[in-house]
């Protein structure tokens, strides 16, 4: 009887778990099991695994096999990256290899029936996984694997020279020199934009202080165009927030940017036509994460937010709130980031113009059409901004618009300034943090006590006016936070631009008359 346990991991939403590939060859009749809960690809690594060994003029046990994935947690494993495990696995048990390498080393790759070592899917997150042991990888993946390892990443071509590495007879595979990558800024910028001053405003306090903000016009209002232009005036992402980004990606097999790790905030806007499990993530074999998870630390944009399925967009509300996604399943539960910036453009009703003498639809038609947008899904957007087609004389223009990096650095000093002033930005502002970093002058309370008495604002309306206020007073620029802490209040202009900004989807129709 031989034993030998190895490290490896694998993958359940976005996050690695460390799995223990437990290898015992005994007595009986020649056989290969696996057990542990694995899925199909694991189940499949047997052959993968024998045919990898007999390629590279390595022994195959004839005897029975016995495949334990041990973890701390009970749930399913999957994928092909426990092939490499289970091979060195086998080669301990035959005493090829000494025992101690399970002690110094963890393996994630996949086998390739000639004994190639090829790259796995969320390489990032299985190597983050691993915390006490040198990691090897295939070469492909070596630069994901550093991202966010916390030991020594190592890669090997094949499974002989892995053989051969690992025993000291020869050398791990050199990292390719890394040529320095500039990433380029979007093409698309704020300056195409003509006219249109109340959205703009409204999309730089959103970037400012990562409110969820909301268009609604009829088609050719620029609301799309306006949206797609937020890339431009975000800040890149902060290591930490690189990480974090580039690991949910890693694990729903995107290919990642040519410098190996995502700076840049991700843009998602997803189809109408999307479903619930690919909104929020999910799925009966994988757990993969969806377009909320995806936009985690960027922005994802609802275009055409009315023709969205109403459980879809209904999903969002919990997300929006928590910052994080809990999906539950019948042998499982992840937990996802869903930190993102909610940008969304709809039309006022079906035909899309809105206005009366032009709107041909009928109350049944906009009744129908509103009851897809849900109360506290609307109350959650800090901003509604009514956009309009602007006028001839803005579209032909000779002067051009301000562009998107004018408007990036002010962007970047107000969120500066919030994270000095508060550490978060104004967006993620408890209660008691309101009181302290924007309390109400006498007008401003009275205003908002106004139309809180009339039902125009729900409890959570009023603490994101106060939140949207203090970024507006941020952009204007009236307080200088670090030399007098006591101006720092929030005066009755500022609330009631923030409640300008805050219009219905249909006023008509809808009851909300801010």
């Not at 799995?19 to 056989?31: F, K, N």
């Not at 990256?81 to 090829?96: C, H, K, N, R, T």
């Not at 009829?218 to 609301?223: L, R, V, W």
């Not at 990096?405 to 993620?428: F, H, K, P, T, Y």
Request: aromatic share 4%; net charge neutral; with cysteine.
């Amino acid at each position: 009887m031989a034993f030998a346990s190895v490290r490896s991991s694998t993958l359940l939403g976005v996050q690695g778990k460390a799995v223990d590939v437990e290898i015992h060859v005994g007595m009986g009749l020649p056989g290969f099991t696996i057990v542990g809960q694995p899925d199909e690809a694991c189940r499949e690594s047997r052959d993968r695994v024998r045919a990898a060994l007999l390629s590279c003029d390595l022994p195959w046990p004839n005897r029975r096999i016995t495949v334990n994935l041990a973890t701390s947690v009970h749930e399913r494993k999957g994928g092909a990256g426990l092939d490499v495990a289970i091979a060195v696995g086998l080669l301990i048990v035959q005493e090829i290899l000494p025992h101690e390498i399970a002690e110094r080393y963890a393996f994630i790759a996949e086998l390739g029936l000639d004994g190639t070592l090829r790259p796995v899917a969320g390489v990032v997150p299985l190597v983050a996984a691993i915390d006490d042991r040198i990691v090897v990888v295939a070469q492909d993946c070596e630069r994901e694997a550093r991202i966010a390892a916390r030991n020594e990443v190592v890669c090997a071509q094949t499974l002989a020279h892995l053989v051969q590495c690992l025993i000291g007879e020869s050398v791990w595979t050199p990292a390719p020199i890394r040529t320095v990558v500039n990433v380029a800024p979007p093409s698309i910028d704020m300056k195409d934009v003509r006219g249109q001053t109340a959205a703009r405003h409204a999309l730089e306090i959103a970037a400012a202080g990562a409110h969820h903000l909301l268009f609604v016009g009829p088609p050719g209002a620029g609301k799309s165009m306006l949206a797609q232009r937020i890339s431009g005036i975000l800040p890149a992402l902060t290591d930490a927030e690189a990480v974090a980004t580039t690991i949910v990606h890693s694990a729903a097999q995107i290919p990642l940017p040519a410098t190996g790790i995502i700076t840049l905030p991700p843009f998602r806007a997803p189809h109408h036509s999307t479903s619930l499990v690919a909104m929020v993530g999910g799925g009966a074999v994988t757990m993969r994460p969806g377009e909320i998870s995806l936009a985690t630390n960027g922005v994802l944009f609802l275009d055409e937010l009315g023709e969205f399925a109403p459980t879809v967009l209904d999903a969002l509300r919990q997300p929006l709130e928590d910052g994080v996604v809990r999906l539950a399943r019948a042998k499982s539960s992840v937990t996802m980031p869903a930190k993102f910036l909610l940008l969304a453009a709809t039309n006022p009703c079906p035909c899309g113009e809105g206005m009366p003498g032009v709107c041909v639809c009928d109350d049944g038609a906009k009744k129908r059409y509103l009851r897809r947008f849900s109360g506290p899904l609307l109350d959650r957007f800090d901003l509604r901004v009514a956009v309009s087609r602007p006028h001839v004389d803005e579209l032909l223009a000779d002067t051009p618009a301000e562009s998107s990096a004018a408007v990036a650095l002010r962007v970047l000093r107000v969120r500066e300034m919030a994270m000095q002033r508060s550490g978060c930005l104004n967006s993620d502002l408890s209660p008691d943090l309101l009181d302290e970093f924007a309390p109400l002058t006498t007008s401003a309370a009275a205003l908002l006590r106004y139309h809180l008495e009339r039902g125009r604002l729900s409890g959570r309306g009023y603490h994101r006016i106060r939140r949207v206020a203090r970024t507006i007073a941020d952009l204007h620029g009236v307080v200088d936070y670090a030399s007098d802490p006591s101006c720092d209040h929030i005066d009755e202009a500022h609330v009631a631009t923030a409640l300008a900004l805050r219009v219905g989807v249909h006023p008509q129709l809808s009851g909300d008359r801010l």
